[in-house]
Structures are given as structure tokens and as C-alpha cells.
């Protein structure tokens, strides 16, 4: 069976909301889930993949920060399934709105304000605390976002975050560590880099879809493809300075180019 070859280097994220404050900065670890990859013969509209060929499905976390995704991702994917003499213009992707990430010790993340933000590891208690049950990460990962300590007294650690809800206040920042205070924010996504994705995230969806045109159209011959999508981490997260002396950090979506050859 014919694998193709998905190469994770090159250097570019964004996640555009109107949250336009936020300071960006360089991830240790930034761990992203694929569920499905696809090539299109065309994107007739929004988030439609035509002629839709499905080349990986099934969950697969690679760390696109490590010098080895390369390597990780390279069996994500069958080319036999590509009709011969086909062409294809667009690739369509699937990928978990849960990613684990890690400041960089070594390249501290500053917030809007110049303040140092590192991650660290979630607990239930940071989405809130008291009788209701339903504060929980579980219940409130697309809604909530939790604080974290501002300084150097601490080193990194892996923590999870989401691509939030989208629509005029539907996300909370948690103002302090156990989210007894929040502050409305307002998360809305477009494509700068991607011809198209899904805008319209809720609480019921666990992933996003996201279309890419290929650098140039591929049609299917005899010679089994290489597939290079190209991911990187340099802007891959975001600060923000909440109050006093807490900060919170956000993932970037992942923007990504697309060759075959």
C-alpha cells in the first residue's frame, strides 16, 4: 500500500478574532489531532469538498513543534484510492478543536502588556468552582478559558486548549483561578492563508473543517504522489494580560500549505 508523505515545517498560524490585543510567541509543544484529510477536484462553496476523495480518516495526534512530525505523520493517508487521470485542486481537512500546547521556557510568551505567560497543566477547578457540577473542563472547553499565574516562578507545562465558540460573547476569560469572575469575549474566524473553513463553531462540534487550494493542481498518474503540507509554530500562541497579575493563553488555528508532486 502507498503511503504519502506529510512533511510538518514551515512557519505560519492564525486564529483572527476580535480579540485584536493579544500578544503572539513561539510553542515548545503544540500537539494537533487530524481526523481526516481529503482532496477535492474543486470548493463550489463554503466548506464543500467536490469530488471528495478521502486519503486518512481516524484520530492521530502529531506535535508539530517537534523536529520529527515528519516522520510521525508520514503513514496519514493512502494515494491508491486517487482514480488515475483525475484532478485535484483543493485539499480538506479535519482536526480536533483540542490541542495540547507548552511555552517555550527558553523564548518566554509575553502578553499584550509585556508580561510573561506560561502554560500550565488544566484542572477541573479552573473552569470554576462551587455545588454546580457542570463547571468542569468537559462542560465548558469551548466557552471558558482559564487564567494562569503571570511570572517566573514556575516552569511550563503541557495544558490543553481550544478553538473557541464563535459569535458576539460567547466565550468567557476567566478573571481569576477559579473562574468566579469572566469577561466576554468575542471570537469570529477568517481565512487568510485557506480558501475556506467552518465559521460557525459551537459547543456541539469537537472538530473544525478547513479547505486549502493546492499550490497547483495535481493530476493522478502512474508515479505515487508526494503529499508535503506544511505547519510550524513560531506564532503559535496567544496572551493575554486579564487582570492583576493573571493571564491566559489561546491557541492559533493552524494555517497550512499544501504541495504534490
Known amino acids: ?11 505560519i498560524f492564525l486564529l483572527i478574532s476580535t480579540n485584536a490585543y493579544a500578544a503572539k510567541g513561539k510553542a515548545a509543544v503544540y500537539k494537533v489531532t487530524m481526523n481526516e484529510a481529503a482532496l477535492c477536484t474543486g470548493n463550489s462553496s463554503g466548506t464543500t469538498c467536490d469530488g471528495k476523495v478521502t486519503l486518512g480518516s481516524g484520530d492521530k495526534e502529531v506535535d508539530i513543534a517537534s523536529v520529527d512530525a515528519g516522520a510521525t505523520a ?18 480538506w481537512v479535519k482536526i480536533s478543536r483540542k490541542f495540547t500546547i507548552k511555552t517555550d521556557d527558553d523564548a518566554p510568551l509575553m502578553t499584550n502588556n ?8 488544566n484542572a477541573d477547578t479552573q473552569y470554576g468552582s462551587g455545588a454546580d ?8 472547553k469551548y466557552t471558558h ?5 503571570e511570572g517566573t516562578g514556575t516552569a511550563s507545562a503541557e ?21 468566579g469572575g469572566t469577561a466576554n469575549q468575542t471570537f469570529s474566524y477568517t481565512c487568510a492563508h485557506c480558501t475556506a473553513q467552518k465559521t460557525d463553531l ?4 469537537d472538530y473544525h473543517e478547513l479547505i486549502y487550494a493546492l499550490s497547483s493542481p495535481y493530476t493522478v498518474s502512474l508515479i505515487p504522489p508526494v503529499i508535503t503540507m506544511s505547519f510550524g509554530t513560531k506564532q503559535a500562541l496567544a496572551a493575554n494580560d486579564v487582570t492583576g497579575t493573571v493571564c491566559n493563553i489561546t491557541a492559533e488555528e493552524p494555517v497550512f500549505t499544501v504541495d504534490i508532486k
Do not use: W
Not at 1 to 11: E, G, H, L, R
Not at 161 to 177: D, E, H, P
Not at 202 to 205: E, G, L, M, N, T
Open 1 to 11: 500500500m502507498n503511503k504519502f508523505t506529510a512533511i510538518f515545517y514551515s512557519v
Open 74 to 91: 508520514a503513514t496519514y493517508g493512502d494515494v491508491a484510492l486517487l482514480p488515475l487521470g483525475e484532478t485535484y485542486t483543493h485539499m
Open 114 to 121: 509585556g508580561d510573561i505567560c506560561r502554560t500550565a497543566a
Open 133 to 140: 457540577a457542570d463547571n468542569t473542563e468537559a462542560n465548558r
Open 145 to 149: 478559558v482559564k487564567v494562569l499565574s
Open 159 to 179: 495544558q490543553r486548549a481550544y478553538l473557541m465558540n464563535s459569535g458576539t460573547n460567547g466565550v468567557k476569560f476567566c478573571t481569576n483561578a477559579t473562574c
Open 202 to 205: 459551537d459547543s456541539d462540534d
